[in-house]
């Protein structure tokens, strides 16, 4: 990757290629190499201080940094928008420091980092999703110690994630965790997928894109490699569901798409509309997208 | 004895520092069998107890437990995985407190599937009938399956942990202090579960208690320790009704007859 000397604006400061310098971006790229070879399996990393809070994405900003090239066309969505702070702040923040090309058309991207969502457009291969992930550990609320976690995972002992929904079940009649939901991994690592809803849970399933996740707080990062098998635990007689809506999205007319619900007045009127903002403008415009998403 | 024993400990010495944990143990449980080890606080029966139960390395000696195949292994060099699959399969331990061997979040019933669902089990309504089934069996009412421990007696969380135990159906239970704390009435009535459950399903027990009246009544063969050490050994009738050790004797004289 060359070095891109890009000004930032200041004519004093001048950012390498995509603001981290080589050596943390090589640092990063054999922790994301680790995590392709063993799927699901949480890496240590050096995480660095961004010019962000933690909590703000600074885990995906890192690996989004470490595998951006010049060519590369970005896309950052924020629950499924393109025009929230969070996305555009990061897309302005690559723009600046890597100069490299943005959009927000799903298939046009060759990097999405993303936080809590998965497009509605099916990924193809070649493409890399990057996840803002907070929380990396699916058993942290269950086994506080960090020691025993990784014993838990190292030998296979994941009896207590079943004890969760098991409690689910017998307090709700159903599984009741809707985002965050966990997953195996080519049968081995159960992961934590990040907040996204469970409904977009079947999309990392054989997924032709490669899947990255960060924690910058938590400094672990992540991956499910391309055509991978992520299977949602459930129990066989409860097996695993995603949310249904009853309702079309509001103003593009879309099923079986993942809906926001926004609150337009005082009076009780309310909007279902789809979450994934590239989605409903494509749906739309009549252009390309079908109006049916295939999940 | 015939047989094999189930768990045989040689030699075993467990110090901390200069102190002394117990001291030179030789002791062997076959299957179906329950052995009581008492003595006065600080005697070493819990140093013990955690080295027999895999929970504490002894410093010298050796234990080894043989397995439901035959083969007698030494407990300390099973990989860690076997260690703790058999530790919640093939084990069982039952704590004096009953907090730090329930999960006190969760409810019962999910307290007593824990082990199913570690050991593979699926399919929720098979684990819930097992959870009912086995609180029934240690009489808790199957109303309060969804009730979290916190909300149960100090009997009838113990009741629970018995359950939550014995719900893999292991061969071999350790008990600390089972009815510690516990007001007599409901003491009698736990001994009498526990002594009735270890009958039914043939289980082998070890069980450390400092009340006579518990080893007279749940164990075939009492060990007595003194200062880390055996100092005497023998069936219970036998050690209670005929103490030979001055230590032995001085410890039955103590108890007042009721």
């Known amino acids: 990757m060359s070095e891109a000397g890009f000004d930032g604006g200041t004519a004093a400061i001048r950012y390498n290629f995509a603001y981290l310098d080589e050596q943390t971006k090589r640092s990063i790229r054999r922790a994301i190499l680790k995590a392709v070879a063993i799927p699901g399996y949480q890496v240590p990393f050096a995480s660095r201080e961004m010019p962000m809070p933690f909590g703000w994405g600074t885990g995906g900003v890192q690996v989004t940094a470490s595998v951006l090239g010049p060519d590369d066309v970005l896309k950052v969505i924020d629950q499924g928008a393109d025009d929230t702070t969070n996305a555009v702040a990061i897309r302005g923040f690559f723009a600046r420091t890597a100069g490299i090309a943005t959009t927000t058309r799903t298939a046009e991207a060759t990097i999405i980092q993303t936080r809590h969502r998965i497009p509605e457009e099916p990924l193809r291969a070649g493409q890399i999703l990057v996840y803002q992930v907070p929380i990396p550990e699916p058993l942290r609320f269950l086994e506080p110690r960090e020691t025993e976690t990784r014993r838990l995972h190292a030998l296979n002992e994941y009896g207590l994630l079943y004890v969760k929904l098991y409690e689910d079940i017998a307090k709700h009649g159903h599984v009741a965790t809707t985002y965050a939901y966990p997953v195996l991994v080519a049968g081995r690592y159960i992961m934590d997928p990040s907040p996204i809803p469970k409904f977009d849970n079947p999309k990392m399933d054989m997924s032709p894109a490669l899947q990255l996740f960060g924690a910058g707080r938590e400094r672990r990062i992540y991956a499910v490699p391309p055509y991978t098998p992520v299977r949602s635990l459930d129990f066989e007689d409860h097996p695993f569901r995603v949310q249904e809506f009853t309702e079309p999205c509001g103003l593009c007319g879309s099923r079986g798409v993942y809906l926001d619900e926004v609150v337009l007045d005082d009076r009780g009127g309310r909007l279902f509309m789809c979450s994934d903002t590239d989605h409903c403008e494509a749906v739309r415009a009549g252009k390309g997208a079908a109006a049916e998403a295939s999940w | ?258």
């Open chain 2, 1 to 258: 004895m015939t047989g094999e024993p189930l768990l045989a400990a040689t030699g075993v010495t467990r110090l901390y520092g200069d102190h002394i944990g117990c001291i030179d143990i030789d002791l062997a449980v076959w299957p179906g069998e329950v052995v009581a080890i008492v003595g006065e606080s600080g005697s070493g029966k819990t140093t013990l107890l955690k080295c027999l139960a895999a929970r504490l390395p002894p410093s010298s000696g050796t234990i080894t437990y043989r397995s439901r195949d035959g083969a007698a292994e030494d407990i300390y060099r099973l990989s860690e995985a076997a260690r703790r699959a058999l530790m919640r399969t093939d084990w069982g331990f039952v704590w004096q407190d009953a907090a730090e061997g329930l999960r006190m979040t969760v409810s019962a019933g999910a307290n007593v599937g824990e082990r199913l669902m570690a050991t593979g089990a699926r399919h929720y309504g098979r684990i819930r009938s097992a959870a009912v089934d086995w609180l029934e069996r240690v009489e808790i009412d199957a109303r309060r399956i969804d009730d979290d421990p916190r909300s149960f007696s100090g009997g009838m969380r113990q009741r629970l942990q018995i359950a939550r135990n014995l719900v893999t159906g292991p061969r071999l239970v350790f008990m600390d202090e089972p009815t510690g704390g516990l007001d007599v009435s409901v003491q009698a009535r736990l001994l009498d579960l526990l002594g009735t459950l270890v009958r039914e399903l043939g289980l082998a027990a070890i069980l450390v208690t400092h009340d006579l009246a518990v080893a007279r009544l749940l164990s075939d063969r009492i060990v007595v320790m003194k200062e880390g050490r055996i100092v005497e050994t023998g069936l219970t009738d036998r050690v209670l009704d005929d103490p030979s050790h001055p230590y032995s004797q001085l410890l039955v004289s103590s108890v007042l007859q009721a």
